[in-house]
């Protein structure tokens, strides 16, 4: 039978996308800022006449927009559709050994599904206690190694002393940097791809650059591993960004003041919204993020998490063992966050009094 | 080391696509009209702000137009960012076996490359001396069968009771048919996804609806294998398509009108253009796509090639055994082939007169 041949695998499950508009959406750590004006300027300017014609395989556009913001050659850039993408390649192309590659057991729950669908082999190592990443680890022999920092969902950063330290000891391993969340308040490991040959660091324009829809993710090392990466992605599609990704991304990593401000306002508001989930008796691991992992002292995640959504708040809720009492809590603009605050406070205060 | 886990392909050399303006570009089967005035439109009615949301991951919007368009249901269609995507994701999903899968020597070069990308073992089939295919040849033990109908880059199509006779004869194989140029001439096996579950029918935007830039491709089949395909997509990137494709891929496909006008141009002038390249002394296999597979019958096909691209025209030229005599010129506007009669006569003439 032809089913005997398909392979058969358990994907990820994205964030709902709701299509009600009446909803607090922050189950998805998009940026509550639209992208940089000149994006809908060249929206506007686009000449749909030209697609009729295949975009320029090379993303020239893209990748001389993120080479000028960056100050990096093009030839250490790799541009793919969203970070997911780029992540999918990289595995594709630098974890082939026998060895199980390593990351941690609490972290993008992505990883272990690209591994699934490629066979590879993988172990998830325990973070912490308190979530954070024991660099010692990872001194152990393997095919590879993943790495977000900041990690999601837990929000928490690592020092750059420590990424710096796991690629130094695994010169046989491609070691992925996964900063998604890096503007938010990390250090960003693309100064050390001079350094190391075997590290990759991948980045998105999907939180800090406010572009989630249009699907474009980074990744940054030395030429020779770019170089093996682009011959994956062209054994795959010749042309995996379209058009308007390319001219508008160009406009979204061109505008720096635009970000800067951005993320500046994100910041200030999770460390308001820090401030106020304290006060209402819920805990977390510092974010360096543009979300916060929070669970309550005495109330139940569930019964939050469907309260919330009663008040059309809409949050992100996993299940793993260690995950499956914490709720992740994308930053959005000030007066979401106030009205999340509220509809908490409210959640807690009658659950404390029916106790 | 860990370069000994890299995974090492030969990628897929696509046509050029050169950023002076001035040139005839034939090079790579894009429609010389652009795409249905609707795309215009929406793009100018695009909301921007909108952007900083990832798109649906269920591709609503596109997949619920060509539902309409094509009178097909919804949990039969499976969309990606180009045929080249939606290719390699069927690959990836059903050809998983010891056994080989099978496709012609002379066909859509990216087959060799997915087969090899993926580690799949692989046959190539040589097609009869004028480029037909023989059914009888895949009516043998094999791991999946790929068949470009009509096929390129010859340009020839098979009628479709050979087509329907090679998906009845492999139950046991998941059997794709790629029509990237069906609606300029051959018999969409569509109609037979209903009969035979074993069967994947593959289209593009691209050509016929003047999407290149956008990355819009299609896969149709019951809704068994649709649902294998979207596990492994969604196993690989949740949000392949980005916004401006699910918005502008809808649009493109819902206007019937449009489509039936600019496919029955370009089908005009490809019939104009294989009478003039008959007089000039071409032989060709007879067209029913986009583009012409021409050999002269005295003149050195990379002599052609080169003296087009000193008038500024571009066309594509194969290197392998079969093809290398073989120019591929793509059907442009009435005005651009004029153009290209004049360039090839004046070539040929002056070449005969030299010898």
């Not at 913001?69 to 790799?78: C, L, N, P, Q, V």
């Amino acid at each position: 039978m032809w089913e005997s041949n398909v392979r058969r695998v358990t994907p990820y499950t994205p964030g709902e996308q709701p299509k009600t508009s009446n909803l607090i959406k922050l189950n998805t750590n998009e940026n509550p800022y639209p992208p940089a004006p000149g994006v809908l300027k060249a929206l506007k300017d686009m000449d749909y006449t030209s697609f009729r014609k295949y975009p320029d395989p090379t993303c020239d556009l893209l990748v001389s927009a993120v080479s000028d913001t960056y100050g990096i050659a093009k030839d250490r850039i790799f541009t793919g559709v969203g970070s997911d993408d780029v992540l999918a390649m990289a595995f594709l192309t630098f974890f082939n050994g026998e060895r199980e590659i390593l990351f941690p057991d609490v972290t993008y729950s992505f990883y272990d599904v690209w591994a699934e669908l490629f066979r590879i082999p993988y172990r998830q190592v325990p973070l912490k206690e308190d979530f954070s990443i024991d660099p010692e680890d990872y001194k152990v022999p393997n095919g590879g190694l993943v790495i977000a920092n900041p990690n999601a969902p837990t929000g928490l950063k690592q020092p750059l002393s420590a990424i710096e330290d796991i690629v130094r000891a695994n010169p046989a391993s491609v070691v992925i940097v996964d900063e998604a969340y890096v503007d938010f308040g990390a250090e960003s490991a693309i100064p050390l791809i001079d350094k190391y040959e075997n590290l990759l660091v991948v980045q998105t324009f999907s939180k800090s650059r406010s572009m989630a829809g249009m699907r474009v993710g980074l990744a940054f090392g030395q030429p020779k591993l770019i170089k093996y990466m682009l011959d994956v992605k062209y054994s795959f599609n010749s042309y995996t960004m379209n058009m308007p990704a390319l001219i508008l991304g160009a406009e979204a990593v061109r505008d720096t003041q635009y970000f800067e401000e951005t993320v500046a306002k994100v910041v200030a508001t999770r460390e308001w919204t820090k401030k106020e989930l304290c006060k209402l008796g819920f805990e977390f691991a510092d974010s360096s993020t543009n979300f916060i992992f929070a669970k309550h002292k005495t109330v139940e995640r569930d019964y939050i998490f469907s309260e919330l959504r009663k008040r059309n708040i809409l949050v992100r809720a996993f299940n793993a063992p260690r995950t499956k009492d914490w709720l992740r809590i994308s930053i959005g603009t000030d007066e979401e966050m106030r009205a999340v605050i509220a509809a908490l406070e409210e959640i807690i205060k009658s659950e404390n009094n029916s106790v």
